[in-house]
T-cell receptor, first 115, second 114 residues
């Protein structure tokens, strides 16, 4: 079974530029998550989708971050414009559903450096 | 508010020695608890999880964890560490406050000496 795929794996941009990350979850997984992991910290949930609907985006900085999952499968996370403090690893995860007993499976992440 | 504390930022052990990584949680209801491992440049891999039942949980790669409600702890253990276990370990609690989500600790970086 293929795992969660993410691209690109690495990205370097200058502040005020825009950047987009792509995630393809495990086939059949209805729930998709985007996390931000700043160096030295644990992952922090940014946004959570159930199929193509947003379940929780309470910690997403909506003035600069946006995410979509148009057909309930792939998802993109965009930052526009980027700030220095956005330097982090962006992890995508998926699970079968929203139940408390569902395991989240993580992709390899996209490492973003904002100069 | 729900939270997870991993008191040890770094731990160094010799290969073959035993290992215990600490995790304390704050959560009002019965917690769903997880341990993940992250190798350099990799995503998080699930080691084990606790939902209910037997408080000693077996996971992959020879790891186990024990849920102690009285101490609000879910410590990860391994009897004999291998060099390949060097990685960062994250404890997480699944919370149903609002929507179901994970809250992660800040992680413990394990170094293994040959």
């Amino acid at each position: 079974e293929a795992g969660v795929a993410q691209s690109p794996r690495y990205k370097i941009i200058e502040k005020r530029q825009s950047v987009a990350f792509w995630c393809n979850p495990i086939s059949g997984h209805a729930t998709l998550y985007w996390y931000q992991q700043i160096l030295g910290q644990g992952p922090k949930l940014l946004i959570q989708f159930q199929n193509n609907g947003v379940v929780d985006d309470s910690q997403l900085p909506k003035d600069r971050f946006s995410a979509e999952r148009l057909k309930g499968v792939d998802s993109t996370l965009k930052i526009q414009p980027a700030k220095l403090e956005d330097s982090a690893v962006y992890l995508c995860a998926s699970s079968l559903g929203l139940s408390e007993t569902e395991t989240q499976y993580f992709g390899p992440g996209t490492r973003l450096l904002v100069l | 508010a729900q939270s997870v504390t991993q008191p040890d930022i770094h731990i160094t052990v010799s290969e073959g020695a035993s290992l215990e990584l600490r995790c304390n949680y704050s959560y009002g209801a019965t917690p769903y608890l997880f341990w993940y491992v992250q190798s350099p440049g990799q995503g998080l891999q699930l080691l084990l999880k606790y939902f209910s039942g037997d408080t000693l949980v077996q996971g992959i790669k020879g790891f186990e964890a024990e849920f102690k409600r009285s101490q609000s702890s879910f410590n990860l253990r391994k009897p004999s560490v291998h060099w390949s276990d060097a990685a960062e370990y994250f404890c997480a609690v699944g919370t149903t406050s609002g929507t179901y989500k994970y809250i992660f600790g800040t992680g413990t970086r394990l170094k293994v000496l040959a």
